[in-house]
């Protein structure tokens, strides 16, 4: 169990703005930063983050919480791993009432999978650096390959020893389950019984998650045995899954945002040498096709990518396709051809850092303009062809979110396929229109589905539920923000606005569950002589009311300055009229309590059949109308006589 003043000592250090910003690339607007959600696939950023609350907030899926919180949604980790990662960003000691060690397995299975991953990636290390095979074979290569130590050390690079089982029996005998071996890939089950090391005799190269933890592991054999598969990879695991990693992202996140573009190669060999170089903003798809997951990544950090391919053109021709999901998730695509026979490895091991850098500035073309010229190579004179050539060329343009790039691409286009611009729009027009035809439709579709039936029977009629959930809260609201503010009103003695609004709402009973907790934990607290603050319910231990609390503290909007220091309007705000707005909130809430009050009372006169309880009822309903008259007389609504 971890200690109280561990806890306090994580949450009190831990920043909003720089956890999250490991993750997303923040830009200032007015108090808040904001940024695309991680949470959600989005092109204009709805993802909202306030330093003064110390919280985060999306209000595009809801998602929201403070930084621990985030940790935990972003890794999928449980509470405490969310606090060892804090503590860890933050160098705090993380102190447990029990002593526990990484060479035991955690119950919690996922952690199980880090922890073994984590001892798989120091044995490795271990075997490269001191075992005599280790260095002969795995650290030899490396070195050949022109890797210094400090970069073998901070890609944390290993080696395998040549035997069947050699982890296994280690990890076996130091206490891990196989299950969790087999899991993460690091054991093979072959036969029913037999165990066996599925990286043996390789090189090994780790794959570390987001925040820089081990889940996953490339393995290169050195073997030139044309049966040998070159390279091995894990498998798919609950803490990898490969559609979703980059190889290198953890190293060359804050190199991304630095520079504001990011270098994409395909092996792991790239990223060590052009990072190597000096060049840190690289990360690799790890030999796969890449996916829009990964796309989405590398979008948190910047719009900007330049892709550096091998002079293998065939290879380049036939992902070209492929390279339109880029262009459809917004961002800016350039391409660099290193000449024949040589990769980023191997050009950069060449030529060096200076001159790497120059060739690239000055060979990178944009995607569309470069897809162009190949493949109005390939169709020669022939106009089938050709006229093939310009459909696919205005189908990736189509794929621009921004009109104006897309644009100024059709004009680009027109002169190097010598073809009238007005053409090139017609067809760009029909293909978005083809799209948004088939996306309303697959749109109606889900909506059918999804819609209820209304009346499949006849007997059946739309119920249309009328709650008082907005007044309720609008009461929570105004007292998580203003709560703990002392006044003093209609000449009364100065109090807190919270002891102001529980008083006006003695004899109002809330519906809304969330909303009702935290009003009774307000007066409960304020009863044992504390007031509580916004930040008790923010960090509270329901997460319901976490939630609730962060929506209602929170806004997507911001007034600019703009409006009083250029146009000198003057936008006055709830707080320099706090008494108005308060009182509207508690008014309004008990307006909505009385107008379902007469509406059961109208109910019960009409069903009541004896005229001496129909007259009770009549008194009843003229006392409670007079009731609303006067609150409404205060809202300034009209009332119908």
């Known amino acids: 169990m971890i200690l109280q003043s561990t806890v306090d000592k994580v949450i009190e250090a831990a920043r909003i703005e720089e956890v999250v910003g490991d993750f997303v690339n923040l830009k200032k607007r007015g108090t808040s930063l904001i940024g695309l959600c991680p949470f959600h696939d989005e092109k204009t950023p709805s993802f909202n983050v306030s330093v003064a609350k110390g919280i985060f907030k999306c209000f595009g899926c809801g998602k929201g919480g403070d930084a621990v919180r985030f940790v935990m949604d972003h890794e999928h980790a449980s509470y405490p791993e969310a606090l060892r990662y804090l503590a860890n960003k933050y160098q705090i000691e993380f102190e447990e009432t029990e002593n526990t060690s990484e060479d035991q397995v955690a119950s919690d299975h996922r952690e199980s999978l880090f922890i073994i991953s984590a001892w798989a990636g120091k044995y490795f290390r271990t075997q490269l650096m001191e075992s005599q095979e280790g260095i002969s074979i795995g650290l030899s290569y490396f070195k050949e390959r022109g890797f210094r130590e400090d970069i073998i050390k901070k890609f944390e690079l290993g080696y395998s020893a040549e035997q069947w089982d050699a982890l296994t029996k280690k990890a076996l005998l130091e206490g891990y389950k196989s299950d969790f071996l087999e899991e993460t890939g690091l054991t093979i089950r072959k036969d029913g019984d037999k165990l066996y090391d599925r990286f043996r005799g390789r090189v090994i190269f780790p794959i570390h998650s987001f925040t820089g933890r081990i889940v996953a592991f490339g393995g290169r054999t050195l073997k030139t045995d044309k049966s040998v598969p070159k390279y091995v990879n894990s498998p798919e695991s609950g803490i990898y899954h490969k559609s979703n990693v980059l190889y290198g992202l953890f190293f060359a996140k804050k190199a991304i945002r630095d520079i504001d573009n990011c270098y994409l190669v395909e092996g792991y060999a790239d990223v060590l040498s052009v990072h190597q170089a000096g060049i840190e903003n690289v990360v690799a798809s790890s030999g796969t096709s890449l996916t829009i997951e990964q796309i ?92 093939g050539v310009i459909h696919d060329i205005v189908e990736s343009i189509a794929k621009i979110p921004d009109s104006i790039k897309a644009s100024v691409f059709i004009r680009e286009c027109s002169t190097l396929l010598q073809m009238e611009e007005r053409i090139l729009v017609s067809e760009l027009n029909k293909i978005r229109l083809g799209k948004w035809k088939r996306d309303s439709g697959q749109a109606e579709r889900a909506a059918e589905q999804s819609a209820p039936k209304l009346f499949e029977d006849p007997e059946k009629r739309l119920v249309i539920s009328h709650t008082d959930e907005p007044q309720e809260k609008e009461i929570i609201r105004l007292l998580l923000q203003y709560g703990a503010e002392r006044v003093q009103w209609d000449d009364q003695q100065e109090t807190y606005i919270a002891s102001y609004m529980l008083a006006n709402l003695a004899d109002v009973e809330f519906d809304h569950i969330a909303c009702k907790t935290i009003l009774e934990e307000y007066r409960t607290q304020m009863s044992a002589g504390r007031l509580p603050t916004e930040q008790d319910f923010i960090k509270h231990h329901n997460v319901a009311i976490v939630d609730l609390s962060i929506s209602l503290v929170s806004s997507p909007y911001t007034l600019s300055d703009n409006w009083y220091t250029k146009r000198k309007i003057y936008v006055k705000n709830e707080r320099e009229n706090l008494k108005a707005t308060v009182l509207g909130g508690i008014f309004h809430l008990k307006k909505r309590k009385i107008d379902h009050i007469l509406n059961n009372i109208r109910v019960e006169i009409q069903q009541e059949t004896d005229i001496d309880n129909q007259t009770i009822l009549m008194k009843r309903y003229m006392q409670v109308k007079e009731v609303e008259k006067g609150i409404s007389s205060f809202l300034g609504a009209v009332i119908n006589k």
């Open 296 to 387: 989405r990544l590398i979008g948190r950090f910047t719009k900007n990518v330049t892709i550096l391919y091998d002079g293998d053109a065939a290879g380049i021709k036939a992902s070209l396709r492929s390279l339109d999901m880029i262009l459809e998730e917004g961002l800016n695509v350039k391409i660099v051809l290193f000449p024949d026979g040589h990769d980023p490895d191997s050009y950069v091991r060449k030529v060096g850092s200076t001159a790497f850098k120059a060739y690239i500035e000055k060979h990178q073309k944009d995607f569309i303009l470069y897809k162009t010229s190949i493949l109005l190579q390939e169709a020669g004179t022939d106009p089938i062809k050709k006229a």
